[in-house]
């Protein structure tokens, strides 16, 4: 399974744009990029999945390089409410081996 | 549906116990998935099933840990003889892999077992 990095806490103010990076240098052809959110004394939450270029939702929009070496979570102006822990996770789920492994992830804090 | 439906929310129990946490997954899913989680050690993929047969049991710490699927909606997590470093959130998650829709199928979490042993 591909290794991601991503920075362990961000800090924002309301309304403003937060972007989180992650790195997986070692993603393979058939991984998909996934990210979940995790509010405190609740299960993480799927947000986004991209394989390539660009995908947007109602909640977020993920950004994929070329390369897929690295994948970028956008929140477009968040609130008190998007204080959580980001998680991206990298797989391939077409087979009966898939897992969901999760990093440190991201703390993100929003501030009035 | 309901969503992933774990049971017991909260259990306190004494050191030495069987403990037995429940999870029903979401109707249709074919793989589950538990987890712990802590401060010290984040989320922690203990064991994942797939058609209700284990895959990857890898992640279970010792053997005090046990899990079963005895069907596709049912599967129980049990800790025996438990121990104060089990105390945790530990979590359920079900999903449908290698559905028409490919990539990484989204997993659905249940609301937690919130687990103290004293």
């Known amino acids: 399974l591909a290794k991601t990095t991503q920075p362990i806490s961000m800090d924002s103010y309301e309304g403003q744009e937060v972007n989180i990076t992650c790195s997986h240098n070692n993603i393979a052809t058939n991984d998909y990029i996934t990210w979940y959110q995790q509010f405190p004394s609740q299960g993480p939450r799927f947000i986004i999945q991209g394989y390539k270029t660009k995908v947007t939702n109602e909640v977020a929009s993920l950004f994929i390089p070329a390369d897929r070496k690295s994948s970028t979570l956008s929140l477009p102006r968040v609130s008190l409410s998007d204080t959580a822990v980001y998680y991206c996770l990298v797989g391939a789920g077409v087979d009966s081996s898939y897992k969901l492994i999760f990093g440190s992830g991201t703390r993100l804090l929003v501030r009035p | 549906d309901a969503g992933v439906i774990q049971s017991p929310r909260h259990e306190v129990t004494e050191m030495g116990q069987e403990v037995t946490l429940r999870c029903k997954p979401i109707?249709?899913?074919?793989?589950l998935f538990w987890y712990r989680q802590t401060m010290m050690r984040g989320l922690e993929l203990l064991i994942y099933f797939n058609n209700n047969v284990p895959i990857d049991d890898s992640g279970m710490p010792e053997d005090r840990f046990s899990a079963k699927m005895p069907n596709a909606s049912f599967s129980t997590l049990k800790i025996q003889p438990s121990e104060p470093r089990d105390s945790a959130v530990y979590f359920c998650?079900?999903?449908?892999?290698?559905?028409?829709?490919?990539?990484?199928?989204?997993?659905?979490f249940g609301q937690g077992t919130r687990l103290t042993v004293v």
């Open positions: 109707s249709g899913h074919n793989s």
């Open positions: 998650a079900s999903s449908l892999v290698g559905g028409l829709r490919g990539g990484n199928t989204e997993a659905f």
